[in-house]
């Protein structure tokens, strides 16, 4: 799992594209890739389906096909988190959870055929805030096997930690999760903006401004280190987060600069000893297989353990600097421009 693309599930070249990408793994998203208006959603779903089938092709205007290579990346999926509704279909006269409507639609439909394949049910499981929630998702998960008589344990999944109470329960969600093996990936957007959120009421906790807050702030070193301590103490791979950068061919400067440091991105996190890490681009996976695959031998680090000792005043220190109109201007700017193309149908 050296590097895993993640893309939107409902445009289905991008799909295709991705599958045939190179990268270890596929996780074909539901969530913050997504935008959840029904017919996108389903289209998303008609995508998976078609992809565990490895029927699934597209034709441009120009009449051009595009198909599924002999050899692609392994499908995951990712389901809404539990706070989103679905509110197209009513249990009891309540909106079910996102998260179970696309967990339960994918798996009845895929699970078989995925099989088949000679892969499986695989899960990404974003937003998980608790040991409890790990635990109704494994009973979810033993409730949707024996429905189709499928043996527990089929079901693979990896939970994003990108909360920052679940940051304290990591090996606790190991824990509830074992059965159906299980991995920790370490969110960076989301975790971030959840130590905001939680802390919100403190005035002492104020963050700087967005840019000043990189992987090497202390709080986001110390989560990596324990995130990667828990994993391998207990035989999970550790996924390390997003690369959001986006290559340009317009600026080869600017292009150069950025590749560089997402390169230096990588190699930090290979140096922690991540098994791999994600990418939202194609054209970032030449340059992040390189990385792991120069970092370490073999499949993955999982006998790498290493030597920490992570408290709670790691975790929860806040990161200084500077709080600045001009960082409050582009926050507002990326949150109207983010929820614009979300209801426009641009996860």
């Known amino acids: 799992r050296r590097v895993e693309l993640t893309g939107p599930s409902s445009n289905r070249r991008m799909v295709i594209n991705a599958l045939n990408s190179g990268a270890q793994v596929y996780m074909t998203d539901f969530e913050d890739a997504h935008s959840p208006s029904w017919t996108q959603t389903l289209m998303g779903h008609l995508n998976v389906r078609d992809a565990a089938r490895r029927a699934i092709t597209d034709v441009s205007p120009e009449g051009r096909e595009c198909k599924l290579n002999d050899e692609t990346s392994t499908l995951c999926v990712r389901p809404r988190g539990l706070h989103l509704m679905e509110r197209k279909l ?44 790990a635990r109704l998702w494994n ?58 959120k939680t802390f919100s009421e403190r005035p002492d906790m104020t963050f700087p401004d967005r840019i000043q807050v990189s992987m090497a ?41 950025a590749m560089n440091q997402v390169k230096q991105d990588k190699e930090r996190e290979a140096a922690q000893g991540f098994d791999g890490a994600w990418v939202a681009h194609p054209g970032l996976i030449p340059p992040v297989l390189e990385v792991f695959q120069v970092a370490f031998q073999g499949d993955n680090q999982l006998t790498h353990l290493p030597e920490v000792q992570i408290t709670a005043q790691d975790l929860l220190q806040v990161p200084q600097g500077d709080t600045t109109e001009e960082g409050l201007r582009n926050n507002i700017s990326v949150t109207l421009q983010y929820v614009d193309a979300w209801i426009q149908g641009s996860g």
């Open 90 to 133: 009513m249990v009891d006269g309540q909106p079910v959870a996102g998260s179970f409507f696309d967990f339960g639609l994918s798996f009845f439909h895929n699970a078989r055929a995925l099989m088949e394949q000679g892969t499986g049910p695989y899960y990404y499981l974003p937003k998980l805030q608790s040991y409890l929630e």
């Open 217 to 257: 702030t202390h709080f986001l070193t110390a989560a990596a280190e324990a995130l990667v301590y828990v994993c391998h103490k207990r035989g999970a791979h550790a996924l390390g987060g997003m690369s959001a950068y986006i290559p340009r061919r317009d600026d080869p400067e600017a292009n150069e600069k």
């Open 139 to 196: 009973d979810v998960f033993n409730f949707a096997q024996d429905k189709l008589d499928i043996p527990r344990g089929t079901i693979c999944c990896t939970v994003l930690i990108e909360h920052i109470l679940a940051a304290f329960e990591m090996e606790e969600i190991l824990y509830e999760l074992r059965y159906h093996p299980t991995g920790l990936n370490l969110g960076r957007w989301d975790y971030i903006f959840s130590f905001i």
